[in-house]
């Protein structure tokens, strides 16, 4: 419970409906749709789909989702892989041809097909309830009237406006410079495209004038996306991964998503006597910070499309985790975990709805790097992803580029069982971080039962490229503690992630957290 002498947040609790999020309208919309007898997942999609309004540098209809839910009366977890695929021409043997030795960040080549939109229209005709000109309505209402620029939607806005080019720069700039805080943001185009999404279905935006208009901006900047490519877009229903930690049982999606790699680093620091070391310590950093190491190169090494992921088993098998976890040396930082791992592996915008009967979503939704591709169509402004920049070049790589294949992914959205109920829909946000962000938050529940907003709010590091990532919340001794352990320490320059939860309580109530990183909040009613 925080100590309420200093600023902070507390859990929101309320019994008929809660969402979660990163900005304020879209779980106020969420509610909304509660409210008027909508279903959480009626309420997820609408609220979803605003946040790309909301926050347009973060996702948008020219990006992915993937999506984990429960239905009401029961405690089964449904994953739902709502990311798109490289267009069939495209291989990595012509971008190595040309001396590529990775996907270009900010290219067409990067640009996967958007299928969050698929993904949508089908969750709302199986599972919702209102229909998708109802959930669709908010978003073109803020699309055409505009959205005010939100704090950090603002800090991160002009971070990103060098890649934004050609038309993105007129959709997405104000006289060429970055929207600010309280500056109003338009988008009447995705406007448009919503409303002929919510009359005429799914096809209205991957046929038609619409993708062709994506088309268009993919070809001129070098893009072999086609048609074909386009019309083919589909989600797929998929059997989600778990496993348990001290008590609980942690549901991830299954790859292209990264969702194992949470797994195996909580199957690390279960090896560990977490629970008895300081919390904000530099001991626990230290272990957190190895056993991330270990647990990402084994997802470099093994995730991919679902078609091509093989070492799975292995990578969430007990004794994986028991002989990695035997490779952290408690008092001394390891500057590379490939060589170390060689023998062991030598066999790779978030938002949760909880209705009143029960029914949990835990949705993420994205265009991977800040404004993603920074390619936009020209009529309609709709900003495409840059999600094919997860795929690898090497040769013969379960994760490398080919035509069809989807690549591994960084977002995950996360849920909780206990007992074999489900508790917990939660989602961290925040590009690689998330894996480490999932374990983290699930062990400041279990290793110190933190209440769910103090669980988000405690300070975040994370080992990423060679440097220790570390937020200001922690002390200069603990700093200096990890540097005199090997660790390169950096106190990073934006706070790491954002993350929201909710908790179904055995009486019924519904218990909210959300991120005061973000400009979101938690409603209920």
């Given at each position: 419970m925080r100590d309420f002498h200093f600023p902070g947040r507390s859990p929101v609790f309320a019994s008929n409906g809660m969402c979660a999020t990163s900005h304020p309208l879209a779980a106020k919309t969420a509610i909304d749709i509660l409210e008027?007898?909508?279903?959480?997942?009626?309420a997820a999609i609408a609220g979803a789909i605003l946040l790309g309004i909301c926050e347009p540098q973060m996702t948008g209809i020219g990006g992915d989702c993937f999506v984990?839910?429960?239905?009401?009366?029961?405690?089964?977890?449904?994953?739902?892989?709502?990311?798109?695929?490289?267009?069939?021409?495209?291989?990595?043997?012509?971008?190595?041809?040309?001396?590529d030795t990775a996907v270009p960040l900010y290219s067409a080549d990067a640009v996967t097909i958007p299928t969050a939109m698929d993904a949508f229209c089908g969750l709302s005709e199986r599972i919702g309830k209102l229909g998708l000109d109802t959930l669709l309505a908010p978003s073109i209402h803020y699309a055409d009237e505009g959205v005010p620029v939100a704090p950090r939607v603002a800090f991160d806005w002009a971070l990103e406006t060098e890649k934004l080019k050609g038309s993105a720069r007129n959709h997405y700039l104000k006289n060429g410079s970055a929207l600010k805080t309280g500056d109003i943001f338009r988008a009447p185009g995705q406007a448009e495209v919503l409303r002929r999404v919510a009359k005429s279905g799914r096809d209205a935006f991957y046929t038609g004038e619409i993708a062709e208009d994506m088309i268009a901006a993919l070809t001129a900047q070098g893009g072999a996306h086609t048609a074909e490519d386009f019309a083919a877009a589909a989600s797929d229903q998929a059997v989600p991964v778990e496993?348990?930690?001290?008590?609980?049982?942690?549901?991830?999606?299954?790859?292209?998503?990264?969702?194992?790699?949470?797994?195996?680093?909580?199957?690390?620091?279960?090896?560990?006597?977490?629970?008895?070391?300081?919390?904000?310590?530099a001991q626990r950093v230290h272990i957190e910070a190895e056993a991330s190491k270990l647990a990402?190169?084994?997802?470099?090494?093994?995730?991919?499309?679902?078609?091509?992921?093989?070492?799975?088993?292995?990578?969430?098998?007990?004794?994986?985790?028991?002989?990695?976890?035997?490779?952290?040396?408690?008092?001394?930082?390891?500057?590379?975990?490939?060589?170390?791992?060689?023998?062991?592996?030598?066999?790779?915008?978030?938002?949760?709805?909880?209705?009143?009967?029960?029914?949990?979503?835990?949705?993420?939704?994205?265009?991977?790097?800040?404004?993603?591709?920074?390619i936009a169509s020209d009529k309609f402004g709709?900003?495409?992803?840059?999600?094919?920049a997860g795929f690898t070049l090497e040769e013969g790589h379960p994760?490398?580029?080919?035509?069809?294949?989807?690549?591994?992914?960084?977002?995950?959205?996360?849920?909780?069982?206990?007992?074999?109920?489900?508790?917990?829909?939660?989602?961290?946000?925040?590009?690689?971080?998330?894996?480490?962000?999932?374990?983290r938050f699930v062990s400041n529940l279990?290793?110190?039962?933190?209440?769910m907003q103090s669980a988000i709010d405690a300070p975040?590091?994370?080992?990423?490229?060679?440097?220790?990532?570390?937020?200001?919340?922690?002390?200069?001794?603990?700093?200096?503690?990890?540097?005199?352990?090997?660790?390169?320490?950096?106190?990073?320059?934006t706070a790491i992630g954002g993350a929201q939860s909710i908790r179904l309580r055995p009486d019924g109530v519904l218990e909210g957290a959300s991120d005061p990183r973000k400009d979101g909040c938690a409603l209920g009613y």
């Open positions: 008027r007898g909508g279903n959480a997942m009626d984990l839910y429960s239905e009401t009366g029961s405690d089964e977890v449904i994953a739902l892989n709502g990311s798109g695929r490289a267009p069939a021409a495209l291989d990595a043997a012509a971008l190595r041809a040309r001396g496993a348990s930690y001290k008590g609980i049982d942690v549901i991830e999606h299954p790859p292209n998503g990264q969702g194992a790699t949470a797994l195996l680093l909580l199957n690390i620091l279960a090896q560990f006597d977490i629970a008895a070391m300081d919390p904000l310590g990402y190169d084994a997802r470099n090494r093994f995730l991919a499309d679902p078609d091509h992921t093989t070492r799975l088993d292995h990578m969430l098998a007990p004794e994986t985790a028991q002989r990695l976890a035997a490779l952290i040396d408690p008092k001394k930082a390891m500057p590379a975990a490939a060589p170390l791992t060689e023998q062991v592996h030598k066999d790779t915008v978030y938002i949760t709805v909880v209705d009143r009967d029960g029914m949990a979503v835990s949705m993420i939704y994205s265009i991977f790097h800040g404004f993603g591709s920074g709709i900003l495409l992803q840059n999600r094919g994760n490398e580029l080919k035509g069809g294949k989807r690549p591994m992914h960084t977002i995950i959205p996360g849920m909780i069982r206990e007992n074999g109920k489900v508790i917990m829909p939660f989602g961290v946000m925040g590009g690689a971080y998330q894996p480490c962000g999932h374990a279990q290793d110190f039962e933190m209440d975040r590091a994370f080992a990423d490229g060679g440097v220790l990532k570390i937020e200001r919340g922690y002390s200069e001794a603990v700093r200096q503690s990890l540097t005199d352990l090997g660790h390169q320490v950096a106190i990073t320059d």
